[in-house]
């Protein structure tokens, strides 16, 4: 025989974890996609923050598949079990807890359900097929939370915790819920907004607006009123009524008493009132949706006896609130309690951050899985900034290959949290070679953030985002006096903060790394770029975007002005040929282009760089590559300082013909690469509410783009390199959404691409 | 001290007698499943289909004995070469998703196998 069989029995102290899927047929439409490959996550946490091992199964055409042994082990444990199909059609009905013990096989069954949409993640363009008008959406935290909804969460979370212990009925709804709508069909809803104070209305919006977050979908059963209901949400959000913030309203008692009763028939009365009751000049989220609802009910009765008094007026359960008085909280657990009037349908998560000219993507034709082959090399930043708010400063901002090492930018430059103005930051240099990350970093770059390297024709070069080098000494001097000490403190500080006096770059010569404190004014140095002999320096200081220029390698720098304002930013450099020759331009906030004369000055161009996108406010050019004549870009737009989110992909052979270069799928493009004259963008996608996917894409001819290979990670890879056939990515995470894996660095071998 | 110890050479003799004796459950296995199949051909052609399978566990990770039966089942409802038929792309397809089970994609092919047989038949008995 040409293979061995195993002639050794099993431990019998072995445990073995066994699983199948089922999927409930019946409950599902005609036609709707069958449950094919399902994933199923064994979580040694419940809330997935821990080690989580993938397990496949197939169901059959009945739905169910062959029982399968998921793992094996000796030591009692615990895992959590939970399925999901890849189509995103079918997820586990719950989360599945079991308890192994030695010598103890377990099976488990996990039940799927159907859902409309494929993963529950909607946008304008299919909502329609999970939500119908009159739907109560509640809004859960999830990546962003304004100022506003915090507010919110923050007493509702008190009113908990304090009034729950008395009412029942309030304990059901969940403290984290923060905002209602209502949906009024084709993608819309009515509701009250405050994410803006200075545009806050009771308005219609697209529900893309919530990008992001997770919505509880409740449905009135009773489909006349809650059809009433749309039609008087869309005659009263007119924008008329203001959004009326509810500090108090936790506090508030909601029962439907004789004054919500009074309310109630007002409601009924001005149901038809364009732009909302004339009582009312501004109203809350909950309460709009409460209202609306009343008023169909009481305008009903009010068809049937004209002469309603309030006391006569009937509330449907559900909807018995005091609307002025009621918290998302008060409606959303009244909602849970009513299960015979209201129910509860779906969670759905609003489709995430997406390209722009999403629209115009290519269909995805998925590249090779490699998730099973990706290797973590390890997180070298963690060793500065270990946890907590610092999570966010171990961004791998670019990784760049440089004489077979490949060095990780970290730290961070912005001034409020999560971790303000970190830094020194500590330079890591991977040794390609052997895969690991020397004892100590290489050098400790006096900066709050590496951004980018460039590698100009002297070696690798770093521009200092945020000096943390000061150009004046502020000790007390021998003899100074502490309230002369403290005046001098007070007017330099007016006038400039030490470490504005001079901006930075960095330069390896060599094995040494040597720090240049001398680009005037330079608080953030941005972009480093060599063009005509001369070093250009791309800064931000008080008086505006400014770009410096050296003619000796570094050592001394002029400034030249691009954007005369204050807080703006000259943020990149690239070139591109016309006419004369190469040309060098810049790219500051606001979405501006400046080109250089060539002699002593940049000149803002009236070109439209970022097509498809309106609001250019924060939008600058980030990542620019150059390829075959073209400059490819992706529109950032700012988070919090200096960091910035993906809008989309751009490609300009001129300045003045952009155009968008959207990822096939509508992934969302986070760097770019250039590497034996192909150019690979670094994407990412969400393929479900828990999971995100990265994808390297490549193109010879910028016009298609083809997928070389995609894994699932936690959380999405903001940066990229290639060397030798190998990929290496760093984790990133948002400042809003944290994540424990930020900051390692994984490499795909080349061997798994092929 | 050692208490109990198993020579290599005992474990080899140990392994042969398994084999031998698994070798002869499979035969039996398929003579029972596939009597029709198995009239037409000599025991010598049965056996070397039960080599062939013990072959395939490597290319296409399966192990246990109910997996190897399977693709016995295989081989017996889909042709001895279908892991090579171009035709059979998609039963390829999934014996070779090494993302599921040995269990999983074994079981589940024989099951649409034995599908499509039954309907086959059906048609045939139709006609």
């Not at chain 1, 030695?102 to 099976?107: E, I, V």
């Not at chain 1, 005091?322 to 209201?342: D, K, Q």
């Not at chain 1, 994407?683 to 083809?706: C, G, I, K, M, Y």
């Not at chain 2, 084999?19 to 025991?43: G, I, S, T």
Request: aromatic share 10%.
């Amino acid at each position: 025989m040409s293979d061995l069989l195993s002639v050794v029995e099993d431990c019998p102290l072995k445990w073995s974890l066994s699983a199948s899927v089922k999927a409930d047929a019946e409950k599902c439409p005609t036609g709707s996609p069958e449950p094919g490959k399902v994933r199923i996550s064994i979580a040694d946490r419940e809330d997935e923050s821990g080690t989580i091992v993938l397990r496949h199964a197939l169901a059959a055409k009945n739905g169910e598949s062959p029982v399968e042994c998921l793992l094996t082990g000796h030591e009692e444990k615990s895992y959590f079990l939970s399925a999901q199909a890849e189509n995103g059609h079918w997820v586990g009905r719950e989360t599945v807890k079991v308890s192994l013990a030695p010598g103890r096989p377990q099976t488990v069954s996990l039940g799927l359900d159907f859902r409309a949409i494929p993963h529950g993640l909607i946008e304008s363009s299919n909502a329609d097929r999970l939500l119908e008008r009159g739907d109560v959406l509640i809004k859960f935290a999830a990546r962003t939370s304004t100022f506003m909804e915090n507010v919110i969460m923050a007493g509702e979370k008190a009113v908990k915790k304090l009034s729950g212990l008395f009412h029942e009925g309030i304990k059901k709804g969940d403290p984290t819920c923060f905002h209602v709508a209502i949906y009024l069909g084709e993608g819309r809803t009515a509701e009250a907004h405050g994410g803006d104070l200075s545009t806050a209305r009771v308005g219609a919006r697209e529900i893309d607006a919530h990008a992001g977050f997770l919505f509880r979908v409740y449905r009135c059963q009773d489909r006349a009123l809650a059809e009433a209901a749309a039609k008087v949400a869309e005659t009263w959000a007119t924008g008329r009524m203001k959004y009326l913030v509810p500090a108090l309203v936790p506090f508030h008692l909601a029962s439907f008493g004789p004054q919500a009763h009074g309310e109630a028939l007002v409601f009924g009365q001005e149901s038809g009132r364009k732009g909302g009751p004339l009582r009312f000049g501004a109203m809350f989220c909950s309460q709009f949706v409460i209202a609306v609802y009343q008023a169909a009910a009481v305008a009903k009765q009010l068809r049937q006896k004209p002469g309603l008094i309030s006391t006569d007026v009937q509330m449907p359960a559900g909807l018995d609130l005091h609307a002025s008085n009621s918290s998302p909280l008060a409606l959303h657990a009244r909602l849970e309690g009513a299960s015979a009037t209201w129910r509860y349908v779906d969670e759905v998560l609003v489709r995430p951050q997406q390209d722009a000219n999403v629209q115009t993507a290519p269909p995805a034709r998925p590249g090779k899985d490699v998730t099973e082959q990706v290797q973590v090399l390890g997180n070298p930043t963690q060793k500065r900034w270990p946890s907590g708010e610092w999570i966010y400063a171990r961004n791998p901002w670019s990784l760049k290959e440089f004489e077979g090492k490949i060095y990780v930018g970290s730290g961070n430059s912005n001034n409020p949290p999560p971790a303000a103005n970190a830094g020194p930051v500590d330079l890591w240099a991977l040794d390609a070679a052997n895969g690991t990350f020397p004892e100590k970093p290489e050098y400790e770059v006096p900066d709050e953030q590496v951004d980018v390297f460039r590698i100009l024709s002297d070696g690798l070069w770093i521009p200092g985002h945020d000096s943390k080098v000061t150009a004046r000494n502020d000790s007390r001097v021998k003899g100074e006096s502490k309230y002369e000490h403290f005046k001098r403190l007070l007017k330099t500080a007016v006038t400039f903060p030490a470490d504005w006096a001079a901006g930075n770059v960095h330069h390896k010569i060599g094995s040494v790394w040597m720090t240049m404190n001398n680009i005037p004014n330079g608080i953030h140095v941005y972009d480093v770029i060599e063009f005509g002999g001369a070093l250009f320096a791309a800064i931000a200081t008080v008086m505006g975007g400014m770009v410096a220029r050296s003619n000796d390698r570094g050592h001394t720098w002029e400034v030249m002005l691009t954007k005369p304002f204050p807080y703006s930013r000259t943020r990149t450099f690239f070139v591109l040929d016309d006419d004369t020759g190469p040309r060098l331009y810049a790219a500051t906030n606001g979405g501006r282009i400046y080109r250089f004369d060539g002699r002593s000055d940049f000149a803002e161009m009236n070109v439209r760089f970022f097509p498809a996108i309106s609001d250019l406010k924060d939008v600058f050019v980030a990542r620019p590559a150059e390829y075959r004549k073209q400059v490819v870009y992706i529109a950032g737009q700012k988070i919090i300082d200096h960091d910035w989110r993906p809008l989309g992909l751009f490609a300009a052979a001129r300045a003045d013909s952009a155009r968008p270069l959207p990822l096939p799928g509508g992934a969302l493009a986070r760097d770019l690469l250039v590497h034996d004259d192909v150019l690979y963008a670094l994407a990412s996608t969400q393929p479900s509410a828990q999971s995100t996917r990265v994808h390297v894409f490549a193109t010879r001819d910028l016009e298609s783009f083809a997928e070389v290979c995609f894994f699932d990670a936690e959380t999405f890879a903001r940066s990229f390199e290639t060397l030798n056939g190998d990929f290496y990515f760093g984790l990133g995470c948002d400042p809003d959404h944290l994540q424990g894996q930020t900051g390692r660095i994984l490499k795909v071998p080349a061997s798994a691409l092929s | 001290m050692k208490l109990w110890t198993i020579r290599k050479e005992q474990l080899a003799a140990l392994q042969v007698a398994y084999e031998r004796q698994f070798c002869d459950r499979a035969v039996a296995y398929l003579r029972r499943q596939y009597p029709q199949v198995c009239a037409a051909l000599e025991e010598r052609s049965i056996r070397a289909s039960v080599e062939t399978a013990l072959q395939k566990r490597a290319t296409y990770r399966f192990d246990s004995e109910e997996t190897f039966f399977a693709y016995l089942d295989l081989m017996y409802l889909l042709g001895f070469d279908f892991d090579r038929d171009p035709e059979k792309e998609r039963v390829r397809g999934t014996l070779t998703d090494f993302d599921l089970g040995a269990r999983t994609r074994l079981l589940l092919l024989v099951k649409e196998a034995r599908e499509r047989t039954r309907l086959a038949e059906q048609g045939i008995a139709r006609t």
